[in-house]
């Protein structure tokens, strides 16, 4: 029998052997990568100072979607901590010749490389690579379909957490295209784990699993779901908004931008909803004058580019924490 993508992440010794989920991953564990991407940002003085904590070893970025953010800071996160990097090219690869996902991985396994950074359309292809390594190499969930997106929930925890002294007495809305966002469960996994108790939903009942169906319940478990936003957002602390995907979903799930926007769409009207210290996160790209208005994405209440930055360290750490020791 398969082990879930939660078990397969540790060895024999209960160390992190790959980041695959935050799912099940207890607080402990949250806080100690949190606490080492801090290390990561004193250490480096921030992203000036190289380290050479792994030196020798080397990582391949393994996008078979296209990326910038996450891509981006994977390679510099490697480089800072003195690794190798690959960034391995999909369309000129012997892929495109009909070579399996597998043969690929044991070819450049074979070649002695450590990690793989994974980004995939499908859900479940990080966990399917993990279980066929024939070696020590580390994987790195970077994006899987609507799966799972670890250190995007771990790095806009540490956004929060270094906003916020108490994470538990938070209310923190979630809006947008829910049902295809890796985004929204993994955030949804590391808030609840570090102590978030008020988290709410909000979405077009087309981009929102059902609330009593089964998907609902272990995805987004004790979350209060809406599907009108002034209602959702009313005294929020976090408003976390979502991409639009596009490339996911039917056509017909939003009629228009405008349309869209007027209801979904984060105006500085309705932002005054919320409460007065209320944050405003995105995990990029934006489709702006959609999902965000330009007055909330570039104002002053945006940690949208504090997300960016804060996406190095805590990759930074999640690499130290798989190589440095393995």
Not at 6 to 23: K, P, V
Not at 176 to 205: E, F, N, Y
Not at 270 to 283: I, T
Request: proline share 4%.
């Amino acid at each position: 029998m398969n082990t879930s993508a939660h078990e397969l992440q540790f060895d024999a010794r209960g160390r992190l052997r790959h980041l695959i989920t935050l799912a099940g991953i207890e607080r402990g564990r949250l806080d100690a990568l949190l606490d080492r991407a801090e290390a990561m940002r004193r250490d480096s003085r921030e992203g000036t100072r190289p380290l050479d904590l792994l030196a020798g070893r080397t990582a391949i970025n393994l996008f078979f979607e296209p990326s910038t953010r996450t891509r981006t800071s994977f390679d510099l996160a490697a480089q800072r901590l003195g690794a190798q990097v690959i960034n391995f090219d999909i369309a000129r690869s012997s892929t495109v010749k009909g070579e399996t996902l597998l043969d690929t991985i044991h070819t450049l396994e074979a070649m002695h490389c450590d990690a793989f950074v994974v980004r995939h359309q499908e859900a479940g292809t990080p966990a399917y690579i993990a279980r066929h390594l024939r070696t020590r190499a580390a994987v790195l969930n970077a994006g899987d379909g609507n799966h799972a997106h670890p250190t995007q929930g771990l790095l806009d925890a540490l956004t929060l957490r270094r906003r916020f002294t108490d994470l538990s007495a938070l209310r923190v809305v979630i809006c947008g295209d829910i049902q295809h966002s890796r985004v929204a469960r993994s955030d949804v996994h590391a808030l609840q784990t570090l102590g978030v108790r008020d988290l709410r939903l909000c979405a077009p009942p087309g981009l929102l699993p059902d609330s009593d169906s089964p998907a609902a319940t272990v995805e987004f478990p004790q979350c209060r779901v809406f599907h009108n936003f002034d209602e959702a957002i009313e005294g929020c602390n976090v408003a976390i908004m979502l991409r639009l995907q596009k490339e996911r979903m039917d056509a017909a799930a939003i009629p228009s931008a405008a349309d869209y926007f007027a209801r979904y769409g984060l105006s500085a009207t309705r932002l005054a909803r919320a409460n007065a210290d209320c944050v405003v996160m995105h995990p990029g790209p934006i489709n702006r004058k959609m999902e965000i208005a330009d007055d909330v994405a570039d104002g002053p209440r945006s940690l949208i580019l504090e997300q960016v930055a804060n996406g190095v360290y805590v990759r930074m750490a999640v690499l130290a924490e798989l190589l440095q020791t393995a």
